[in-house]
């Protein structure tokens, strides 16, 4: 019951801020209303704690010949972390939106909730169909997002490739499900073993791929930041958190699956390092740590892959968040290189353990850390493109320095406790080669323009290429579909529409009485 707490502050609140928004439009305390319920939530999830670890079955279809859940969740060490992550991330959503221009928004704080508690669902799945169902949800929510707010028609494009390699990955978990050694629909992720361990690693993969096709430069508003925040990194964490629930030994044969998490990962560091701003960058900031935390996993270390996960979460909340800029704000923004650093008691300094100086595939992860950190301090040190609200208050203008520390501050707390890795050691070598590369690429950037494109130039030539390719695609798909549905819609309707009810009648009742033999 612990968890329908925490989800259902958050739903039930999301759901009263849109209906006050239609019936009050003017209702004046939507933001302290939202900001009183997100703090008993977050406080709900330190309640987690005592009763670790938790578990719920919500017996949504049963029959005698199935009499398992439908849909079971479970919280370990590792998902309490993730869920605190993202009730986090909805805290400083509220506490920075009266730095925003578009503030009151009491439509945008209700997606965001919503979002945050349909990923504390995703986070907590302990059986493949559940993650499914919210994995589902989370993609119809970013593509109604998009086609509801895009400027054009071409944007429709986009939405269907991405949804074509995350409805991919749905497929991949099923076919794990089906391949694995279990006996019901509800196993565990633990339990499944054979191929379908490689499968569910690359299930994860495909769908951080899908973070590489970019949003419409339309909707990398002011207005929508918090909802594209929430909405990604709610989404990234769901296709990470399952990972750290599989069995600690390394999958039988992860070679090809490593190398292509290596290449996605180098490629989304690279492109985050040259990101012309951090809403523009922001699907590849999660590529980029999503593949080391999928690489961790590949690597038999679920703390790894966990410590990577929530250091997305957090340090990418804090700087996508940022409104205004201040040199004391890019201060404390710092702190998020600590966090990610990897060095001892941070919160990933359990990211490399098991790693070896003969480890082939190390110096290339590596240097992803090093883009991923350079690139964090190149996008703290740019300008805003667009300049907050002016503070009407000095609590205003603390609660926003709140929000953007309380992410950081969880962050550097995490790495000492609450969890199964904390208070790690782990590889100092490591980041003693990673700090150095990421000052490199830092000191390169400020003096090779090639690092620092403009915006039209920074997406490849190659991605316009396909995207046409795809639009053009898909419209044709679309208008022979259209014909099609035309076509049984003229034969239904015509004089054969008689014939074809009567056969389509004869063969229910067949069906039917069929069962009932």
């Known amino acids: 019951m612990a968890i329908l707490i925490t989800v259902a502050l958050l739903l039930a609140t999301a759901t009263a801020l849109a209906i006050l928004r239609a019936v009050r439009p003017r209702f004046r305390f939507s933001w302290l209303m939202a900001i009183a319920a997100t703090i008993a939530a977050w406080l709900s999830v330190f309640l987690w704690l005592p009763g670790l670890p938790l578990t719920l079955a919500v017996p949504l279809w049963q029959s005698a010949s199935s009499p398992n859940s439908f849909a079971t969740f479970a919280v370990s060490g590792q998902t309490w972390l993730y869920a605190l992550c993202l009730v986090t991330l909805a805290l400083a959503v509220l506490l920075t939106a009266p730095a925003r221009t578009s503030f009151p928004n009491p439509s945008n704080w209700a997606m965001c909730l919503a979002m945050a508690g349909l990923g504390i669902l995703a986070v907590s799945a302990d059986s493949p169909l559940t993650l499914v169902l919210l994995w589902a949800a989370l993609d119809l929510a970013e593509a109604g997002i998009v086609l509801a707010w895009s400027e054009n028609r071409s944007s429709s494009g986009q939405v269907a490739f991405a949804s074509a390699l995350r409805l991919g990955s749905i497929a991949v978990v099923l076919l794990a499900l089906v391949l694995g050694d279990t006996s019901t629909t509800t196993t565990q992720f633990g339990v499944i073993q054979g ?42 964490t769901a296709a990470l958190a399952f990972l750290s629930q599989l069995t600690p030994q390394a999958p039988n044969d992860p070679g090809i699956l490593l190398v292509l998490c290596a290449a996605a990962g180098l490629y989304a560091g690279w492109m985050w390092l040259r990101a012309p701003d951090g809403h523009s960058g922001r699907p590849l900031w999660i590529m980029g740590t999503g593949c080391l935390a999928v690489a961790a996993a590949l690597r038999g270390n679920p703390d790894g892959t966990t410590g990577w996960g929530s250091y997305m979460l957090l340090a990418g909340s804090a700087l996508l968040l940022t409104a205004t800029q201040e040199r004391r704000l890019n201060r404390v923004l710092y702190a998020a290189l600590w966090i990610g650093s990897g060095l001892s008691f941070s919160l990933t300094a359990a990211a490399w353990l098991g790693a070896s100086t003969s480890d082939w595939i190390l110096p290339v992860l590596l240097v992803t850390q090093a883009m991923l950190l350079a690139g964090f301090v190149a996008q703290a040190q740019r300008p805003v493109t667009e300049p907050g609200r002016p503070f009407e208050t000095a609590p205003l203008k603390g609660l926003y320095y709140a929000g953007i520390g309380l992410p950081l501050t969880v962050g550097i707390l995490l790495g000492i406790w609450g969890w199964p890795g904390a208070s790690q050691v782990g590889i100092p070598i490591a980041s003693a080669v990673v700090i150095p590369v990421a000052a490199a690429l830092m000191w390169a950037k400020r003096r090779f323009p090639v690092l620092t494109p403009v915006a039209t130039q920074w997406i490849p030539g190659a991605w316009h290429a396909a995207s046409t390719l795809i639009g053009r695609e898909g419209a044709r798909f679309h208008a022979g579909l259209q014909r099609s549905v035309e076509a049984v819609t003229r034969t239904i309707e015509g004089e054969a529409g008689i014939m074809w009810s009567l056969l389509l009648l004869v063969l229910f009742v067949s069906i039917i009485a069929g069962r009932q033999r």
Do not use: C, K, Y
Not at 211 to 227: K, Q
């Open 195 to 236: 191929p379908a361990a490689v499968l569910l690693p690359g299930a994860a993969l495909l769908r951080l791929i899908a973070f590489a096709v970019p949003w419409p430069r339309s909707l990398n508003s002011s207005g929508l930041d918090e909802v594209g925040t929430t909405l990604h990194l709610a989404a990234g």
